[in-house]
C-alpha cells in the first residue's frame, strides 16, 4: 500500500499534498503564485485536511479560497496562537496580506487549534499516522516562524518531516520534548524549516532524524545564504541515487529545491522504499539497500 506526496512549485511558498490510498488527501499550506494556486487545481470536497504549518503570508496566500471554495474537512494550525496574538506579531512585522487576514477571520470566530466543517469533515486520516508539535507564544512572542506547526507524517517504516519555518531556537526548544524527538527519529525525508535558509537549520534535529535527503520549497536565489545552505545539508545527509540505464555511473542527489527541480512527486511504500521524481529524473530508494556511497557516509557518520 503506498501513499502519493506531490510538493507544489509556489515559488517562494510552500503548498503539499498527500494522497492516501483510500483518497484521503492532507494538505500541507496553501501558497500560490502567478501560476498556480491549490484552489485552482483541487476541486471542492478534494481536500480531507488542511494543515497550516506556518502563519506568513507566503503559506496561507491561497486560504480565502481554500476555505471558500474548495472547503477542507478539517483545519489544523497552531493551538497556541489567537487571534490577537497573531494581530499583535503580524502588526509587529509590518501587516497582514490577504491570507493571514481571511486566517486570522476565522480565529476571531473560532478558538484556535483544529476546526472541523459541519458537512464535510470525514475524520483524520486512517492510512497514515500524523503527529504533530508546536511552540507557545510565551516563549516566542514576537516571530511566527518559532510558532510553526511541526507535522510529521509515518506510512509504516516511511516517514516525512514538514518543519514550517522553524528556526535554530524553535528546533531546541521542541527537541526537549522526548516524544517529538522519538517521533522524529529514522525520517526519510525532511521539507527543510524556512525553505533551507540557514536560520533554520539545527544539527540536533538533522542527528535525530537522519534523513536520506532533504527537499526546499523556495524560489530563485536571493539571498547567499540559499546556496550556502545547499552545502549545509548536501554534507549532512547521504543521498538518494537516480536511476539510469544500465552501465551508466550512479548520480545521487541529497538537496532537492522547487527553483531547480520544479514540482515534485513521491510515491512511498510501508516498507520504507519510496521514489522522488523530478520534473527531469526518478531517484530510488529501497529498504536495506546500502550501496558504496551510503556505506562510506555511514561509517564517516559514525566515525
Known sequence: MTIQIDIHDVG???????????????????????????????????????????????????????????????????PSVDSRTLQAIKF??????????????????????????????????????????????????????????????????FRIVFGGDLETAGWRNLLANPDIAAELSNSSILIASHHGRENGQSDEAMRIMAPDAVVFSDSAIQHGTQESADDWYRSRVPGIQALQPFGLPPDRRHVFTTRRDGSMRIIADEDGSYSLTTKSAQFRRLPGVIDVDLRRFLTARSG
Open 92 to 157: 509587529r512585522n509590518g501587516g497582514m496580506g490577504r491570507g493571514i487576514t481571511a486566517f486570522n477571520q476565522m480565529l476571531v470566530h473560532l478558538q484556535p487549534g483544529t476546526w472541523t466543517h459541519r458537512d464535510l469533515y470525514r475524520s483524520w486520516p486512517i492510512f497514515l499516522r500524523w503527529y504533530v508539535g508546536w511552540n507557545n507564544p510565551a516563549v516566542f512572542p514576537t516571530s511566527t516562524n518559532n510558532l510553526s506547526l511541526l507535522n510529521i507524517f509515518t506510512h509504516g517504516r
Open 12 to 78: 517562494h511558498g510552500a503548498c503539499a499534498v498527500i494522497t492516501c490510498a483510500d483518497g484521503y488527501r492532507v494538505m500541507i499550506d496553501c501558497g500560490r503564485n502567478e501560476r498556480w494556486s491549490p484552489s485552482d487545481h483541487y476541486p471542492w470536497n478534494s481536500i480531507g485536511a488542511l494543515a497550516i504549518s506556518n502563519l506568513d503570508e507566503d503559506h496561507v496566500a491561497d486560504f480565502d479560497n481554500m476555505a471558500s471554495v474548495v472547503e477542507p474537512g478539517l483545519i489544523i494550525a497552531n
